[in-house]
C-alpha cells in the first residue's frame, strides 16, 4: 500500500503546486487568474493547461520519487564492493576449498548476490557433511538452494518497477488528454467569439500544448529510468546466475 499512499500525497502536493504556484495571480492580466497569463509567463501557462496539469505533476514527481528509490534499492544490493571483483573472489575461494573464506568474503560484500551466494555456500557445507547421498543428488540440491534464494532477492529487485511502466505508458496519453480538452475550450470560445481571434487561438494551443509536453516528457524519463533499472536487475542476476553456477561446478569436480 505504501506507493499508493505515496501518489496520492504527490497528487495533493501536485495540486497545491497547480493551484498556489503556477496559478498565482501575479502570473495572470490585471492580477486575476481567470484572464489570460501574461505574455511570455509559462508559469502561468501551465495553470492554464487546467486540471489534467495536476494529474501530470503527479505522474512527473512519481517517476522521479521511484527512480531516487530505485537507486538507493539497487544500491544496497549490489553490495558494498564490486559485483565482479566479489564473483571472481568466490571463485578463488572455491577453487581454493576455503569455504569460510567465501562466506566471511559474502559477510562483508553484503547486497543481493552476496546473500543468494551466502544460501549457496551453507548448503555446499552441509552436503559435504552428508552421506549416503549420490554426488549428483548433492549438485542438485546445492543448484536448487539458489534457485530458491535468488527467487527470494528478486521481487526486491524489481519491486516499484511496473510503477515506472505504467507512467511510461499512461503520461503521454493523459498529456494528449489535455490537449484535447484545451483545444476543445480554445475552439469553443472563438466560436462563440465570433470573428477569430488570431491571438486568442495561439494562446490557447499554446495553454493546450503544454499538456503534451508535460506528458511526453515524463514518460521518456520513465522509459529510459525502466530501461536503465532492468539491465542493471539483468546485470545482477547474471552475477548470481555465474556465480551459483561456479558452485555446483566446484561441488560437481571436487566434492564427495
Known amino acids: 500500500m505504501l506507493p499508493f499512499l505515496i501518489i496520492i500525497l504527490l497528487y495533493v502536493i501536485s ?16 492580477n486575476d487568474n481567470s484572464k489570460d497569463p501574461l505574455p511570455g509567463d509559462y508559469f502561468g501557462t501551465i495553470y492554464k493547461g487546467g486540471f489534467v496539469v495536476p494529474l501530470l505533476l503527479t505522474a512527473f ?16 544490493a549490489n553490495g558494498a564492493g564490486n559485483v565482479d571483483v566479489f564473483v571472481r573472489g568466490i571463485k578463488g575461494f572455491l577453487d581454493r576449498g576455503d569455504i569460510n573464506g567465501a ?3 559474502c559477510d562483508k560484500q553484503k547486497g543481493a548476490v552476496a546473500n543468494v551466494v551466502r544460501a549457496g555456500l551453507h548448503k555446499y557445507a552441509e552436503m559435504e557433511k552428508i552421506t549416503g547421498m549420490e554426488k549428483d543428488e548433492k549438485v542438485i540440491a ?21 510503477i515506472l511502466a505504467t507512467v511510461a505508458s499512461i503520461a503521454t496519453l493523459l498529456g494528449l488528454f489535455g490537449t484535447v480538452l484545451g483545444m476543445i475550450r480554445s ?10 481571434d488570431s491571438t486568442a487561438l495561439a494562446t490557447g494551443i499554446s495553454e493546450a500544448l503544454i499538456n503534451t509536453a508535460l ?42
Open 187 to 196: 475552439f469553443a470560445a472563438l466560436a462563440n467569439a465570433g470573428a477569430p
Open 142 to 162: 546445492i543448484q536448487k538452494e539458489v534457485e530458491e534464494a535468488t527467487t527470494l532477492e528478486l521481487p526486491m529487485l524489481e519491486r516499484n518497477l511496473n
Open 61 to 76: 514527481f512519481t517517476v522521479i520519487v521511484f527512480i531516487i528509490e530505485r537507486f538507493i534499492t539497487l544500491g544496497k
Open 15 to 30: 495540486y497545491l503546486i497547480w493551484k498556489f504556484v503556477f496559478g498565482a495571480s501575479h502570473h495572470f492580466i490585471d
Open 103 to 105: 562466506v566471511a568474503a
Open 215 to 256: 506528458g511526453i516528457g515524463t514518460s521518456a524519463i520513465a522509459i529510459i529510468a525502466y530501461n536503465f533499472f532492468t539491465a542493471r536487475i539483468d546485470a545482477m542476476t547474471y552475477r548470481i546466475d555465474e556465480a551459483g553456477y561456479s558452485l555446483t561446478q566446484t561441488y560437481a569436480s571436487k566434492g564427495h
